[in-house]
């Protein structure tokens, strides 16, 4: 991204090119460019033998390298770096700052990290124009990262506090009798669990009950699973996911390309059982995004200092918005309410946009969405329009595959929807393209893209 601190209006516009699970871009305020994006393979968290004995920064600090190394981008030439992470972990709550350390920056170099659920690195990206917009930088790294083959997983209450107490017991007899009151059940560990705290409820019941509400069948959420899959894998073989970077595994194999792609058939997907509601729940395995690892990076610059430095724009930001409604019943409709909001802020409408990226937490998800922004009913309702919002037309949409497919490392994936609206618009011919997500809380983010004169 590039932006111009001499123009302090948001539209933006950002050159990308994103290659394995890393993403990095260029981003201006005169325009905001997207000038490289880098992607840091996404791999599923279930193959252990793949990451599990890295920890997050590893994955970030590859994604600041692969950017370095496809811009050719001097690492002084940084002025701050953002990450955004969801799960952290405890011996690098900053992961930002030990990624960037960890890939060579210069101590003086500041990072911090941001979290927004599954909109983490959107947040970070957006964050970096505010930090152009006020003059503080001319150019900024922002990614996001997840690492879910070894989340933190905690001790229970009573052992904490046991074990805190234990710390401070000053005679042998206070430590025996603190040693002496411990049970098998204190030891219990307390598992990490994608719910909502306000709610108790986990994302993938919310998308049941959302999915039964606008009557959304489990034959729908199928079919579109096995869409995003059929799709991504064409993608991938046509050498479309280029944006992905090669990740060596110290003392195993070299991660080389995005392995949750599994394009099935709708007979095997009908075998899997109901995952949330049971035993007459629709939202199943196949029809979910998975659990992955992954890494995003994106450089963002003042319009001023990219041109100097002789990077071309792929794309412009032209506008973000950022949204949240109720977590209880509306958990996932983030797009359905951004949507409507960033087109009125940058002047567009429906029509307007060549390609479109949604974020696919649950194929029950994307089809209550599309249903819910094609309803005047819910439109008058809920959200004080006249009329619907109109939703995008299929051939417009997730053309290369989606988060079902690709994998979701939670705080990476903004990144990684950036990338593809931008290579899509390129390859496509396009003009304006719309990224949209939800995420945890109720909360949910939409960004338009404008494509640079090539």
């Not at 992607?39 to 994604?63: G, K, T």
Request: net charge positive; charged share 20%; hydrophobic share 45%.
């Amino acid at each position: 991204f590039s932006f111009s601190p001499a123009a302090r209006s948001l539209s933006t516009s950002v050159h990308l090119q994103a290659q394995g699970n890393i993403s990095g871009v260029i981003l201006f305020l005169h325009q905001i460019y997207f000038a490289e994006i880098i992607l840091c393979v996404f791999a599923l968290s279930v193959f252990v033998i793949r990451y599990a004995n890295l920890m997050p920064h590893d994955l970030a600090r590859a994604a600041l390298q692969g950017l370095l190394n496809r811009t050719g981008l001097p690492k002084d030439a940084v002025d701050y770096i953002v990450y955004g992470t969801v799960i952290q972990e405890v011996k690098t709550s900053n992961v930002a700052r030990e990624a960037a350390l960890g890939a060579g920056f210069s101590d003086k170099t500041p990072a911090h990290t941001v979290t927004m659920a599954c909109i983490s690195s959107n947040q970070a990206m957006t964050t970096a124009v505010g930090l152009i917009a006020a003059g503080q930088c001319d150019a900024v790294i922002a990614g996001g990262v997840e690492f879910m083959s070894d989340v933190p997983i905690r001790h229970s209450r009573k052992m904490r506090k046991t074990m805190l107490s234990l710390n401070k017991a000053k005679t042998l007899g206070a430590r025996l009798s603190l040693l002496g009151s411990i049970r098998l059940a204190h030891l219990a560990p307390e598992l990490p669990a994608v719910a909502e705290f306000s709610t108790a409820e986990t994302m993938g019941h919310s998308a049941d009950r959302l999915a039964a509400a606008f009557g959304v069948s489990r034959l729908e959420q199928d079919e579109f699973a096995l869409r995003s899959h059929m799709l991504a894998k064409k993608a991938q073989d046509s050498g479309l996911l280029s944006d992905v970077i090669s990740f060596k595994v110290p003392g195993k194999d070299i991660v080389s390309k995005d392995n949750g792609i599994r394009p099935s058939t709708m007979e095997q997907m009908a075998k899997l059982k109901p995952a949330f509601i049971k035993p007459h729940g629709t939202v199943t395995a196949a029809n979910s995004s998975f659990l992955t690892d992954g890494a995003s990076a994106v450089l963002i610059m003042s319009e001023e200092k990219a041109l100097a430095m002789g990077y071309k724009p792929k794309a412009y930001l032209r506008d973000f918005v950022y949204v949240s409604q109720d977590p209880k019943d509306q958990l996932l409709l983030g797009p359905t309410y951004a949507t409507p909001k960033v087109l009125e802020k940058s002047g567009l409408t429906l029509n307007d946009i060549d390609v479109f990226e949604f974020h696919e937490a649950f194929a029950g998800q994307i089809m209550a969405n599309l249903k819910a922004m094609e309803s005047d009913w819910f439109a008058q309702t809920y959200m004080g329009r006249k009329t619907k919002v109109g939703a995008p037309p299929m051939e417009k949409f997730n053309s290369w595959g989606g988060s079902l497919s690709l994998g979701h490392p939670f705080a990476a994936t903004g990144c990684r929807l950036v990338t593809t609206v931008a290579h899509r618009l390129q390859k496509e011919g396009g003009q304006y393209g719309l990224v949209a997500a939800c995420a945890a809380g109720g909360q949910g983010h939409a960004m338009v893209i404008e494509a640079y004169p090539q």
